[in-house]
């Protein structure tokens, strides 16, 4: 076993992530011009950063490599066949070959075990090996840009159905489809009798994005609707959210955005960039800060939030404010990714459920370990679900519209 001595710590844990990604993402040819001056500063750190990536993209000896985790206890029994089993490696002649010492091991363990769920799909090497539960059920695409728009007097129209250009006109105020699938509202001075309510909504498996008649953008995720109304007039702008959005607010000091939720929080800003996930399947309504600041309110309890911070509405109505917490992770959805900071299966999986159209059952123990990974979300949902499995051991099946999960 490792010594206590020698454990990684988180920071060093994040950068072997950091880093395997960007191999992973390499070996894909999927690489950006930033990303890839990120990995060739890595590379020039060391000699022997430069032998660990070799060691991956060209082939080395990777089941002595493996063999070492094993033994320093490093990888699990689990992880350790899953990996071999993925670079073909045969496991009972591999263990009469010489072992290597722990500055290799930890090499490999940047390349395999670190590398989480992102470079398993960034690569593709799982599908090389595909698991023949997952590879046999009934495979489902991702989720998409729809979501329907209901007016103040109740028609409904279908906005991936409408064609670019005038979707309809309420007073002064004119909605416009515009290229890229978002509609945007005209800016326009209404008195108040003018003023008329509308309802944006993404089904599950769906997201929209609007710009609002102050220039307030919204992206809305799956499952999701926002109320607002045609043009804002009065001494605040208010809209009701349910399920989860991020926000870009047009600055406006003495008019300030004010966001609803429906267990009566409130989320009030001047102008800033922010998160709210208030999803009812969600065991608290987590609001994060990006940019400027914002007031948490439920009842007589609030939280005053700063950039980098996450306030935690609970359902007893209590306010929990966090600092330091992993944005990049609350908006990974806006940025088409799935992003999971040590989170359990059941979190994610409800996000599986949402963006994919499938209901999750369980069967038996479900593993609590916390997963540590990234992946796209434009990929079917076998190739997500392999990744898991390949992370977890968890097991997947498809039962009409139902995700069955086991744990052998």
Known sequence: MINQEEALDGDQLDEIFRIA????????????????GQLQQWLDKSPA????????????????????????????????????EM????????RKRSRKGRSTAVGILVVFIGVGLAAYIYRGGFTNHPDTS???????PPGGNKATLTLGNGQVITLSDARNGLVTQQGNAK????????????????????????????????????????????????????????????????????????????????????????NATSVKVLGTHFDIMAYSDEPDIKTTLLEGSVLVAYGDNSGLLN???????S??????????????????????????????????????SRWYGVEVVYKGN????????????????SKLLQGLTEMTGVQFQMDGNKLMVSHP
Do not use: C
């Open 134 to 140: 997952i590879a046999a059920m009934k495979d489902i």
């Open 175 to 262: 909605v416009l489809k515009v290229d890229g699938g978002e509609i945007s509202y005209t800016s326009a001075k209404s008195k108040g009798q003018d003023i008329v309510y509308n309802t944006i909504t993404t089904p599950i498996t769906g997201e929209f994005k609007v710009v609002l008649s102050d220039g307030t953008q919204v992206f809305l995720n799956s499952s999701s609707s926002l109320k607002y109304p045609s043009v804002f007039a009065g001494a605040t702008r208010e809209v009701t959210l349910t399920g989860e959005a991020y926000f870009e607010v047009a600055r406006n000091k003495s008019v300030p955005f004010i966001v609803k939720t429906a």
């Open 87 to 94: 670079v073909g490696i045969d496991v009972g002649e591999q």
């Open 307 to 313: 950039p980098g911070d996450q306030a935690s509405v």
């Open 366 to 381: 479900i593993p609590t370990e916390s997963i540590k990974g990234e992946a796209p979300r434009n990929v079917n949902l």
């Open 315 to 352: 359902q007893s109505g209590s306010v929990k404010v966090m600092q330091g917490v992993d944005v990049d992770e609350a908006v990974a959805w806006k940025n088409g990714l799935f992003q999971f900071d040590h989170a359990d299966l059941q979190s994610i999986l409800r996000q599986v």
């Open 21 to 36: 990604k960007l191999v992973g993402k390499y070996q894909q040819g999927v690489l950006s011009r930033k990303e890839s």
């Open 49 to 84: 950063n430069l032998e660990k990536f070799n060691a991956l993209v060209k082939g080395g000896h990777f089941a002595e490599h493996l063999q070492s985790l094993k033994e320093l206890g490093a990888a699990s029994d689990g992880e350790y066949e899953r990996v071999a």
